[in-house]
């Protein structure tokens, strides 16, 4: 199993990104993926994750309404694109995937027991 985030980078604030993550040994059609991140001097935290049963996706904090969660099955990679940005969503953000967990909150507010992460990429919100 590997994942592996890209696309991070300094931004202004109110400014869009979109990140990448690569994946590969297992199927994003029976696993939940979604992403975390962890500010400076933070704890690592759950941003949103899909659902592998439905395509449904759940939220965690501030995320709703300004990230989208999505996938491209044909090129095994999960996006996320990130919109109206604020200097508090400054992280290294992480995708990540676990075999048992179900995309919800024991996967978002326990980050600690998702098996498999990939390295992660920095976004920098800053004027």
């Known amino acids: 199993v590997q994942l592996q985030a890209s696309g991070g980078g300094l931004v202004q604030p109110g400014g869009s990104l979109r990140l990448s993550c690569a994946t590969s040994g297992f199927s994003l059609d029976y696993h939940t993926i979604g992403w975390f991140r962890q500010a400076p001097g933070k704890e690592r935290e759950g941003v949103l994750c899909l659902s592998s049963s439905d395509g449904s996706t759940v939220y965690a904090g501030s995320a709703k309404d300004r990230f989208t969660i999505s996938r491209d099955n044909d090129k095994r990679t999960v996006y996320l694109q990130m919109n109206s940005l604020k200097p508090e969503d400054t992280a290294v953000y992480y995708c990540?995937?676990?075999?048992?967990?179900?995309?919800?909150?024991?996967?978002?507010?326990?980050?600690?027991?998702?098996?498999?992460w990939g390295k992660g990429t920095q976004v920098t919100v800053s004027s």
């Open positions: 990540a995937t676990d075999f048992l967990l179900p995309c919800g909150s024991n996967f978002l507010a326990r980050p600690y027991v998702v098996d498999y």
